[in-house]
Structures are given as structure tokens and as C-alpha cells.
DNA sequence: AATTATTGTTGACAATTGTAAACTTAAATA
DNA sequence: TATTTAAGTTTACAATTGTCAACAATAATT
């Protein structure tokens, strides 16, 4: 039973995951230190997230020496998609679009990453409809909306 | 104090703003009747999401006879971009362009959307830098990473 | 070996969320 | 008018989350 879910990861656990991931592992000590000059976390509170990050199998740790040390079991993009899909799934279907909208005129984005996102556009472009229906009505309902 | 704020919707209560949005208010009946058609909450249940949405200011009420009429103070697009941003905000600001490669890829989009879409892009592209650093470890620190 | 420091484990507590029963009030109908 | 019914209000309770302190175990130092 209970797979692994990036999307049951809460906010703070999240802060740390973001730290595990970038340093590949990292001890309680590190991850400790390293939270503390974003976070005026106690010590204590930080160890009671790594536990529950361990409990939620979003980590494993392997002893070395007095110490463990802690690995993500899923890759950061990966958990991100997660996360981000989960969301979308559970907004307004025709107003997404707006969203990204939103979301891309204010990110910073990579020349590489705009290329792909162009050739991904042009690609859906031609069947595209021209407009997405509202559903957040019940389907039996589902009239006009918005 | 305690400004409007769509952030602080748990999604339970998304569920039912959905229906207040769409219908452009409704009455805790009608918000009752088009719940359970998705989902087999109880009346007590949605009654007391309905409270709690009042309560957290995303809902006004206007008595009309008996009953009220629950109205939304926000926009769903509005409260949809906060929540978006929101989470954005917290994510590895390296890997967001392919966060929204994969959202672009498995959404449904019109081609009005499409064609805003690819306009910013345009524009962005050719202030764009080849890569955008990875954010998640605290800026003192901030090697190289990923 | 005794003491100290480091790391890990337990237990706690308040706030939020999902979930709902019970109770109250006011309107509609018998 | 007495009774039923539809709304709205109060109370509740378990699970999750943010926050910690206290305690235990183990390694490092004196």
C-alpha cells in the first residue's frame, strides 16, 4: 500500500526536500545548518520533519559512522510535476490556460526551455479548439458557465 | 488585518467555491444539490465549509428571504493565479520551465491561449538567458548545484 | 574511564482540515 | 394554530501540520 506521493508532502517538509535533493544527500546536521540561515527553525523541529519526510518514504537514510544520511527517493522534477499536476487537476479547466499564461510572463525562463514550449505550442496550434469548456459544474449539468 | 486571501482555501473548500464561481453565487441548497453529484459529503459537511469559507472572507452572504446567498469576493481566475504563483513560488526556480513544459504538454489549450502563449514567448526569447540558476539552497551558499 | 557533545527518539500541544451529528429557529403546511 | 421541514448554528472528533522540549544513545574528548 501507500505508494510514494510527493503530493503529501507539506510546505515545510517541501523547504527541506529542496535541500536533500540539491546537496544529493545530506546529514541531519547538514540539512540542520543549512535550513537555518533560510528558517529560524529549532533544531528540534527540523528533525521531527526529516522523521516525517522518512515515515512519508519521500526519504531513505543509510547509517554512516553515528550518523544517517538521507536521500530523496524521488527526483526533484519529478515531485514538482507531481505537485503541479495535482493542482491543475483540481482547478477550472478552461481558465488554465490563463494561468500559464500568467505563470510565463512572469518566470524567468531559460532560452532552451522557451524553445521547447514553442515547439510544443506550434505542435498542438492547428488542433487546438477554440475554446476549452468549464467543469466545475457536475457533467450532467455542465451548461453554458463562466 | 486578516486580508482576503486565496492561498488559505484548503481544497475541500475549492471544491465548493468552484460551484459558487460557475453559478455566480448560490444558495447552501443549490451549493448542497450540485456537491453531491461529485462528491458524497453530507449536508452537515458542506454547511460547515460553506461557514468556514464565510469565514475566511471568500464568501459574502445577502439574506434573500430564508436563506442565503453565498457570493465570492474574488474572481476564480484571480484566486486561481494566487494559488498557482503561490506554489510556484516554493519550487526550484531552475526546473520551473520544464514544470510548465509538462503541464503545457498534457493540457487542453484553445488557440486564442496558444497564440498569448507564443507571443510572450517571442518577446522572451531573445532577453532570455541560456539558464536559469537553481534557488534551493540559501543564497550564501548557492553553489553550483543540481 | 568520566564527561561532554552530537545525533536520534518520544511525547506534546495548538491550529487547521475533513467529516458529521445534534440542536435551534423560522417558515410552510396541515 | 400545531406540526413538519428547511436553514442555519453549535459542538465534536480524528488526522495532519507547524513547533518544540525532554530524553536516550553513542561517539569524541579530557
Redesign the interface.
Known sequence: MSEINATKMS?AE??LM??I???KGASSSEVIE?MQ??RSWTESTIKTLLRRLVSKKMLTTHKDGRKFIYHPTIK??DA??E???E??E????M????????????????????????E???K??QF?????S?D???K??KDG??
Open positions: 510546505p517541501w523547504e529542496r535541500i535533493w540539491t546537496k543549512l540561515e533560510k526533484e522534477k514538482m510535476n505537485t503541479v499536476s493542482l491543475f483540481h482547478l477550472c479547466n481558465k488554465k490556460g490563463q494561468v500559464i499564461i500568467n505563470l510565463l510572463s512572469k518566470l524567468e525562463l531559460s532560452k532552451n526551455d522557451i524553445q521547447k514550449m514553442q510544443i505550442l506550434v498542438k496550434e487546438a479548439p477554440k475554446m476549452v468549464c466545475c459544474l457536475p450532467e449539468i458557465c463562466c
